[in-house]
């Protein structure tokens, strides 16, 4: 277990200012996203952590939390594609996730529990949002880069939805590298959150198995979800 105290708060420091100073030298963009990151990351946690024990003794305060968490991932997803508020980023992430989250819960494979909720809520919806924005930046990409192909396809005679999957379908597939890879490599390269919570909750290493490819394989549906409705989505709007 990791302490809390002066050391962690440097090793933070360290660590944000090296990534920032990577991004700056290497020029990858702006460093200051990197900084206000991390920032954002220790303040929610923060806030997450003295929340939490009052979350967790409520249903109706657990639901409230699973919903809280699903409007900030639409919020979230459709700034980065758009640039502005859109519904398809909410409409993707509630296809892929609520599905299995429901089938989760319904065999009683994630128990009807705030501490199992939550966290099982919040990796399924982050990977639908991880999946969304990937697969709807790359699909504008395409329509921007190859607008006159799109154009093409319209003149002979190809409906604009049509036209713009012709562009946007084929690399859709790229959104699902992320989940794929950690997938093929879960045990022989890295060890999940989902397999090291349960190992540190006390439960034993084929329980936290389980837990853990549950969670990669409702990962897999979720995602593979929210990338096709994503592109679908995209192409009706063209």
Known sequence: MIAV???????????????ALVVRLGQLGPWLPVVTAAARAVAQLAAVSLLITAVLASGWLTGGFVLLMYVIAALTSSRRVFGRLSTTPALSIAAGAAPALALLLGTRLVPLEPVAVIPIAGILIGGGMTA????????????????????????????????????????????????????????????????????????????????????????LAVEAVAVLLTVELIARET
């Open 5 to 19: 105290g002066w050391p962690l708060a440097g090793v933070l420091v360290l660590l944000t200012a090296f990534a």
């Open 132 to 219: 969304t924005s990937l697969a709807g930046r790359r699909a504008l990409d395409e329509l921007k880069t190859r607008h006159g192909e799109y154009e093409a396809g319209l003149a002979l005679g190809l409906l604009n939805r049509d036209a713009a999957l012709l562009l946007t379908r084929p690399t859709a597939h790229q959104a699902l590298v992320p989940v794929l890879d950690q997938t093929r490599t879960v045990g022989l390269v890295t060890l999940p959150g989902a397999f090291v919570g349960v190992l540190l909750g006390g439960g034993d290493p084929v329980q936290a198995g389980a837990t853990q490819i549950v969670v990669l394989i409702a990962l």
